[in-house]
């Protein structure tokens, strides 16, 4: 493509003719000020994109979401060039005492200045891979162009023609991060799900795979089925397909916010230790199940869902175990907070709520154990306690637990009376 515009972006005060300069800064050189990561282009409209000394101030996870705009308003066979610092090398110089130790780790990581922190770094095997999964094509590495005495990469790239899968998963994640927001604590679990929406994209045009997907993404979001489906709707990848049920059911689970109604439901529901994750997947399969059957009758919906309708929804970023595995683990620390205070009534509430939503959580049960066999009426639980904790751990742990519940069987005062709000290490 000729006649498109030509970007510099990130360009703080490095200046390019023939390019329109953009910068987030106040303080820059820049044409106008935008967004690196949230461009105003159309969809395959740039010509060329060079963003030097720019990917390392996001994370890793907002890196994919970087690159995926990008690649998204890059025209077929536009090209990208970008620079980073080159971490491997780097280290390898500190590590040898070959280069100014402040200097250097000024370069890696940037400095507390606006705009100036690096939030990740790259080798040239990291790079290489993160440009080839955001879709780019034809990737070379050359002679770094600026900061020549530092250790750097120089990547370019182009944007393969005909690649219509990539071109999607680029519009979804900017559709995506407007759905659900730029929490990386979020968005680096929901990276399962994108991959899962990505292996589905060849299936789309099978109503039944469809909505069986779109179903199984709602289940931990249902911004994650309506953006996926606003974007392969929007590049055309359904071959005129009609959607508009499928598109209005989600957009009504997302109304009634689901999500948090389905995790309200899973704290009430019952669990067994040591099978939370198969729990939690069987859970998410009915509900998968549920939200195929709206599909076909929406008029339904409320019947179908009112089990769920009537649940208080409860604050989680989205449906995913490992995030529900976090909001036990809070729970967890909350215990241990009440107990340090001498509040023995939260602290043991704290540490059931925390097992009821992760049954899984070893330190849970193991504190639970500790707090009921001090407290003296609660001896046969604090047995059940230790005993769920010994099954959930390893050996070697399991042997300190069970050792442990026999003193407090004997009802000896060198029980530990602290609390632990991780495992300890052995």
């Known amino acids: 493509m000729t006649g498109g515009p030509k970007l510099n972006l990130g360009c703080g005060w490095d200046y390019k003719p023939g390019y329109l300069n953009i910068d ?21 409209s740039v010509e060329r994109i060079e963003a030097m000394q720019l990917l390392e101030h996001f994370d890793l996870v907002h890196c994919r979401y970087v690159l995926a705009e990008w690649f998204r308003v890059l025209a077929p066979n536009g090209e990208l060039v970008l620079e980073s610092p080159d971490l491997q090398t780097s280290l390898r110089r500190i590590q040898a005492d070959k280069a100014d130790y402040e200097a250097m780790m000024r370069w890696v990581f940037g400095i507390d200045s ?15 891979e993160l440009l080839r999964e955001a879709g780019f094509a034809e990737i070379a590495f050359a002679k770094p162009e600026t900061y020549a005495s530092s250790p750097g990469l120089r990547a370019s790239c182009r944007k393969p023609v005909g690649d219509g899968d990539a071109h999607i998963m680029a519009v979804f994640r900017k559709r995506l991060r407007k759905s659900i927001g730029d929490d990386s604590f979020v968005l ?13 994209i060849s299936r789309l045009n099978d109503a039944e795979s469809r909505r069986s997907l779109l179903a199984r993404l709602a289940t931990c979001h249902p911004g994650l089925a309506t953006s996926f489906l606003e974007a392969v709707n929007a590049t055309g990848g359904l071959d005129g397909k ?19 109604r389905a995790f ?17 997947d069987r859970m998410q399969k009915r509900l998968e199940e549920s939200v195929v059957r709206a ?31 976090e909001e036990s683990q809070k729970l967890l620390s909350m215990a241990v907070k009440a107990h340090g205070s001498g509040d023995m009534e939260t602290t043991i509430r704290r540490l059931e709520e925390s097992i009821q939503i992760c049954p899984d959580n070893l330190i849970a049960h193991w504190n639970l154990g500790r707090v009921l066999a001090h407290s003296g009426d609660g001896r046969s639980r604090a047995d059940e306690c230790y005993r769920t904790a010994a099954r959930l751990a390893d050996r070697k742990t399991a042997a300190i637990v069970e050792r442990e519940r026999l003193l407090a069987n004997a009802q000896t005062s060198r029980i530990p009376s602290g609390l632990m709000s991780r495992q300890p290490s052995l």
């Open 24 to 44: 987030s800064a106040g303080s820059s050189a820049a044409d106008e000020s935008g967004d690196a990561s949230d461009l105003r282009f159309g969809d395959n």
């Open 114 to 128: 606006p705009g100036l922190q690096h939030k990740s770094g790259f080798t040239k095997r990291a790079l290489r």
């Open 188 to 200: 680096v679990p929901l990276e399962k799900w994108v991959s899962i929406a990505r292996t589905g």
């Open 242 to 260: 009609g959607t508009e049920a499928e598109m209005d059911t989600l957009r009504w689970l997302q109304s009634v916010e689901f999500h948090r």
């Open 264 to 280: 309200a439901l899973w704290t009430k529901s019952r669990k067994d230790p040591g099978k939370g994750a198969e729990d939690f």
């Open 295 to 325: 599909f076909s009758s929406p008029e339904s919906r409320g019947r179908s869902f009112e089990y769920i309708l009537n649940t208080r929804p409860r604050e989680i970023g989205a449906m995913d175990w490992w995030l529900v595995a």
